[in-house]
């Protein structure tokens, strides 16, 4: 393991794909569930998922509700922004849009907007942060497929 987990949280009896035992807190408010309300809270997470009204008219932002809420709840010791970015872009991926890429140089406007919805509930600043995200992949991957436009990505939402 080492090297590929936390060797601290390690020794404190946490576990890779084990809920966390211990509080951690993220972002600038302290955000993250108590270590005895991830299960609930996730599962409540799940409920939402499965019952968003219209997917087709709201995907960009079930993905973006997506994340900023599993990464507000910060269910594990470690390894949270991975699986929320990946829950995140396994749903725009099943329904037909290119993966959101986090690039070096926009990670600090991708971390205000987690904070953003932490303090507010407001998902608007991060689901503008994806619309330019995927703007900048899906015009990089046009050097690939030029019969694709910008348009087939309905960022007009």
């Known amino acids: ?6 060797e ?17 807190v993220i972002g600038q408010s302290d955000q993250g569930a108590l270590p005895e309300e991830v ?5 409540e997470l799940c409920d939402e998922i499965l019952n968003i009204p219209d997917k ?21 010791a470690d390894g949270n922004g991975r ?15 290119p993966p959101l890429v986090v690039y070096s140089e926009t990670k600090d ?7 953003h919805y932490d303090n507010t509930g407001d998902i608007t600043p991060f689901l503008n942060y994806m619309k330019k995200s995927l703007e900048k992949t899906w015009v990089l991957g046009q050097r690939q497929s030029p019969k694709n436009t910008l348009q087939d990505l309905h960022l007009e939402q």
């Open 39 to 43: 299960p609930s809270e996730i599962e």
């Open 109 to 115: 406007q991708y971390y205000k907007a987690l904070d």
């Open 83 to 97: 699986v929320g970015r990946t829950l995140m872009n396994y749903y725009l991926m099943i329904n037909n849009y």
């Open 1 to 6: 393991m080492q090297g590929a987990y936390d």
């Open 8 to 24: 601290r949280r390690w020794a404190r009896g946490e576990r890779p794909g084990l809920y966390k035992i211990h509080d951690y």
């Open 56 to 76: 087709g008219e709201n995907i960009l932002k079930t993905a973006a509700y997506i994340h900023c809420k599993f990464e507000n709840i910060h269910a594990f």
